[in-house]
């Protein structure tokens, strides 16, 4: 399953105050990629004291994709993208935001693609076809 | 003459031209003529005098003169006459000559004045002898009477013969006035005449004329007072037709003058506030307004004020009599110094049924907009609360087939089922909570007493409030209880309480105050703790959603406030909550 072309993301963060879809992401990203890294974050406050931390220079985390809900308790995922944005920009260009909702509303969907710091928008479950497509979406940009 | 201290001049003539020429140029007040003179007599010299119209006194004074011819001289307006023998006479003669002379005019000057003001007067004017006869009467009232009825009056004619012959009735009718008058009574009245199709009126005045105590006659005026008392009734018809207006009015009219006091109100006005005319006059303005629309009002008639003739438009409540408000919009009018008007126009109508059926209007309205709120939330539930969990079973039924999977991982991976099965089943259950209590609107009301509710929440929550350090301070003195729905206030009232011991400060002991008061005749709840707060800037919209959560630290479902919002909501009511980060939170709930 591994392409050396194509087998450019680094690790994997996911974010979900619900910790069984945390658990099928990470399963499902070690189904196609194999033993790659991944954090998961239950408190979205946490995984942005880990970004802060973890990423201050260009590191190992080359290309983190980060799978967001929108939907959590004390901080949600738009002001996670609001606090996200203000981290530098090193740190902001290393990582690749997915938002992943259980929400069939095309409001998210629209809102989610008017965020600059967002690349895609996926509806929960997260399938091993999206998982497959993933480095499409930022490996062909020309930088 | 120059020895008798009299002080005059005098001109000498001796013909008959010079005579002529003096009586016009030198004008004398007296002339003393001598009998025979050059080439004319004395008789000449009157008859000149009189023809050039010169009143002065004329004396003859003549040698010799037979008597006849002083009788005859007399009668034609001689004053006197003097013999040159008795000379010494002449002076006294002069002068009382002069002094009759001066009489005489004065005399027949005021009559000429009366005569002339008599028959130059638009006034019929006649004076009756105790007999009813004529004694005098103006030509005005003669031309009259031979116009209207063809009649010839003259002085000594009764009064009563022509119209004896015109109407009897009428005759006597007459006599009794004259008759009265003559008792000593003056009468003052109009009487209409109707000849042919016109119709005149007539003023008369009939007053006895005395003579020490006795009534010797009657003195009568009559004036034609037709177009005064045409355009008398003219104005009157006209303000029985503008009062016919004004009091069949729907909308209500009033005057007041600067002081606010009521001058007038219309019959409209009085039966808009059910009272009657003087209990409209006896109240007060002030007293006639609604408390909140006081000021207002004083405003704009303080403004309608300073602006004469400019219409002012308002709108607000007056009170009726029975206490309760009407809303009313009218316009105010200073029209202080019109001279018709003397004062200020408040003119109104009743707005009350437009205003209930504007505010059921907006009442439909929010409730729709609840309404779509509502849908919109539920979408949101059915989006993220409710996929959720079927987006995990289906994303960990797509795992199970992958054959690679580690066998740790599919036990994981088979306990997340179970979670997200029994989370999609909590959901369902709390929807169904919510759509039950909103269809509950009807359940039956009874009356709840505060500490009661309080008693009972701590005996179901007891684990919570006895384990910890906590106060629970209640004052329900001011109202008591209320007459609601038990099953809304028991879940409103614990889901508060039980949210304070959740999201208390853990190092500081809890303190929870529950209070009632009274405020324009609501009840007030208000819950206070010390707890953790709520940053209300950053969450303010969401507090209340369903759902939403903000101590992700400390368990719940986010379904609390929203279900207090909805009941309170439901029994009519508001919340409001004030909260800061570590100085606890307060909720108000008016119902």
């Given at each position: 399953m591994k392409d050396g072309q194509r087998c450019a993301v680094t690790d994997f963060v996911f974010v979900d105050d619900d910790s069984v879809n945390n658990l099928i992401c990470k399963l499902t990203v070690e189904i196609v990629w194999g033993e790659i890294p991944s954090e998961s974050f239950v408190n979205p406050v946490l995984a942005l004291d880990y970004f802060k931390t973890s990423y201050p220079t260009k590191s190992n985390h080359e290309h983190t994709v980060l799978l967001l809900d929108i939907n959590m308790p004390g901080m949600n995922g738009w002001e996670f993208l609001e606090a996200f944005d203000n981290l530098p920009a090193l740190t902001k260009e290393q990582i690749h935001i997915y938002i992943l909702s259980s929400s069939v509303d095309h409001r998210d969907k629209n809102r989610s693609y008017a965020n600059k710091n967002v690349t895609g928008f996926l509806i929960k479950p997260l399938s091993l076809e999206c998982v497959q497509k993933f480095s499409d979406d930022w490996a062909i940009k020309p930088d | 003459m120059k020895n008798s201290n009299l002080s005059f001049e005098w001109l000498w003539v001796s013909n008959k031209a010079d005579f002529t020429k003096a009586l016009v140029e030198y004008i004398p007040s007296i002339i003393l003529c001598d009998h025979s003179l050059p080439g004319f007599t004395s008789t000449d010299a009157l008859w000149i005098v009189k023809e050039a119209g010169v009143k002065v006194p004329f004396i003859l004074v003549t040698a010799t003169v037979s008597e006849e011819f002083a009788v005859m001289m007399m009668r034609e307006g001689v004053a006197d006459y003097i013999l040159k023998d008795r000379l010494q006479r002449l002076p006294t003669a002069v002068v009382n000559a002069l002094e009759k002379w001066e009489a005489m005019g004065e005399r027949e000057a005021g009559i000429a004045n009366l005569t002339a003001i008599m028959e130059n007067s638009d006034t019929q004017i006649y004076s009756l002898d105790r007999n009813f006869r004529?004694?005098?009467?103006?030509?005005?009232?003669?031309?009259?009477?031979?116009?209207?009825?063809?009649?010839?009056?003259?002085?000594?004619?009764?009064?009563?013969?022509?119209?004896?012959?015109?109407?009897?009735?009428?005759?006597?009718?007459?006599?009794?006035?004259?008759?009265?008058?003559?008792?000593?009574?003056?009468?003052?009245?109009?009487?209409?005449?109707?000849?042919?199709?016109?119709?005149?009126?007539?003023?008369?005045?009939?007053?006895?004329?005395?003579?020490?105590?006795?009534?010797?006659?009657?003195?009568?005026?009559?004036?034609?007072?037709?177009?005064?008392?045409?355009?008398?009734?003219?104005?009157?018809?006209?303000?029985?037709?503008?009062?016919?207006?004004?009091?069949?009015?729907?909308?209500?009219?009033?005057?007041?003058?600067?002081?606010?006091?009521?001058?007038?109100?219309?019959?409209?006005?009085?039966?808009?506030?059910?009272?009657?005319?003087?209990?409209?006059?006896?109240?007060?303005?002030?007293?006639?307004?609604?408390?909140?629309?006081?000021?207002?009002?004083?405003?704009?008639?303080?403004?309608?004020?300073?602006?004469?003739?400019?219409?002012?438009?308002?709108?607000?409540?007056?009170?009726?009599?029975?206490?309760?408000?009407?809303?009313?919009?009218?316009?105010?009018?200073?029209?202080?110094?019109?001279?018709?008007?003397?004062?200020?126009?408040?003119?109104?109508?009743?707005?009350?049924?437009?205003?209930?059926?504007?505010?059921?209007?907006?009442?439909?309205?929010?409730?729709?907009?609840?309404?779509?709120?509502?849908?919109?939330?539920?979408?949101?539930?059915?989006?993220?609360?409710?996929?959720?969990?079927?987006?995990?079973?289906?994303?960990?039924?797509?795992?199970?087939?992958?054959?690679?999977?580690?066998?740790?991982?599919?036990?994981?991976?088979?306990?997340?089922?179970?979670?997200?099965?029994?989370?999609?089943?909590?959901?369902?259950?709390?929807?169904?909570?919510?759509?039950?209590?909103?269809?509950?609107?009807?359940?039956?009301?009874?009356?709840?007493?505060?500490?009661?509710?309080?008693?009972?929440?701590?005996?179901?929550?007891?684990?919570?409030?006895?384990?910890?350090?906590?106060?629970?301070?209640?004052?329900?003195?001011?109202?008591?209880s209320m007459l609601t729905v038990k099953s809304y206030m028991h879940s409103i009232f614990y889901n508060l309480i039980t949210n304070s011991i959740k999201y208390r400060k853990p190092d500081v002991p809890l303190s929870i105050e529950v209070k009632s008061r009274l405020a324009n005749s609501k009840i007030v709840l208000s819950f206070i703790d010390n707890g953790l707060g709520i940053d209300l800037e950053l969450h303010g919209e969401k507090i209340f959603g369903l759902y939403k959560r903000f101590h992700p630290e400390i368990e719940g479902k986010g379904m609390g406030l929203f279900m207090v919002k909805t009941q309170v909501e439901t029994l009519g009511g508001t919340i409001d909550i004030k909260s800061k980060i570590n100085c606890g939170t307060e909720f108000t709930i008016i119902l």
């Open positions: - | 004529y004694i005098t009467f103006n030509t005005f009232l003669k031309n009259t009477l031979k116009q209207v009825y063809d009649v010839d009056i003259h002085v000594g004619d009764r009064v009563f013969d022509f119209l004896d012959k015109l109407d009897s009735e009428e005759s006597r009718g007459w006599e009794d006035k004259y008759t009265q008058a003559l008792s000593g009574t003056p009468i003052h009245f109009v009487k209409e005449f109707k000849i042919g199709d016109h119709r005149t009126f007539s003023s008369f005045s009939i007053n006895p004329i005395r003579q020490g105590d006795r009534v010797i006659g009657l003195s009568c005026f009559a004036t034609n007072v037709t177009a005064e008392k045409l355009a008398d009734e003219k104005i009157k018809a006209s303000e029985l037709r503008f009062r016919a207006l004004i009091e069949n009015n729907y909308d209500a009219i009033t005057l007041r003058d600067e002081n606010l006091n009521l001058l007038y109100s219309s019959p409209s006005a009085n039966k808009m506030v059910g009272k009657c005319d003087d209990e409209e006059f006896n109240t007060p303005f002030n007293d006639t307004i609604h408390p909140d629309d006081l000021r207002l009002m004083n405003l704009l008639f303080t403004e309608a004020k300073a602006d004469p003739g400019k219409v002012i438009h308002c709108k607000g409540r007056i009170k009726h009599k029975d206490g309760s408000y009407i809303w009313i919009e009218g316009t105010i009018r200073d029209m202080l110094s019109h001279k018709g008007v003397n004062g200020i126009i408040f003119n109104y109508r009743n707005i009350s049924t437009q205003m209930e059926s504007d505010s059921h209007r907006e009442k439909i309205t929010s409730d729709i907009i609840q309404r779509n709120k509502d849908l919109e939330q539920f979408t949101y539930i059915v989006s993220h609360n409710l996929r959720a969990p079927v987006a995990n079973i289906l994303g960990i039924s797509n795992l199970l087939d992958i054959p690679t999977l580690k066998e740790t991982d599919r036990i994981e991976a088979i306990a997340g089922i179970t979670s997200s099965a029994r989370k999609l089943d909590d959901v369902i259950g709390d929807l169904n909570e919510i759509l039950k209590e909103k269809r509950n609107i009807t359940e039956y009301k009874q009356v709840v007493h505060f500490e009661e509710l309080i008693h009972d929440i701590h005996s179901s929550t007891a684990e919570m409030l006895d384990e910890t350090d906590i106060v629970v301070k209640t004052d329900f003195s001011e109202a008591e």
